[in-house]
Nanobody
């Protein structure tokens, strides 16, 4: 059974940091890309960042470039998202998702590219 379990969300003040983790099981981790998405109230789910476990390529949505860093630990089947200099507009439920190779690199921040999803973790950034 495929499982993706997010952790690390919480409440933080603007300018602070959080580290999200996604623990994966039930599939061959190295054959997948893992993405982080977020959904704020009343908005569509959007891609934030992703990493391809086949070659380590990383991608970021423009508003988080320079603030967020994605990394993978293939030995532990986990992907982390380090989020620094958080802003109130980063407030959302954050989800991790898995996309099985082959994929289109240009679509890896698109929800349609992903096969499996976690339940999400809330991130709230207050002023």
């Amino acid at each position: 059974e495929v499982q993706l379990v997010e952790s690390g969300g919480g409440l933080v003040q603007a300018g602070g940091s959080l580290r999200l983790s996604c623990a994966a099981s039930g599939f061959t981790f190295g054959d997948y890309a893992i993405g982080w998405f977020r959904q704020a109230p009343g908005k569509e789910r959007e891609g934030v960042s992703c990493i391809t476990n086949t070659d380590g390529s990383t991608f970021y949505e423009h508003s988080v470039k320079g603030r967020f860093t994605i990394s993978a630990d293939n030995a532990k089947n986990t992907v982390s998202l380090q989020m620094n200099n958080l802003k109130p507009e980063d407030t959302a439920v954050y989800y991790c998702a898995a996309s099985e190779y082959p994929w289109d690199y240009l679509d890896l921040l698109d929800t349609d590219e992903y096969n499996y999803w976690g339940q999400g973790t809330q991130v709230t950034v207050e002023l």
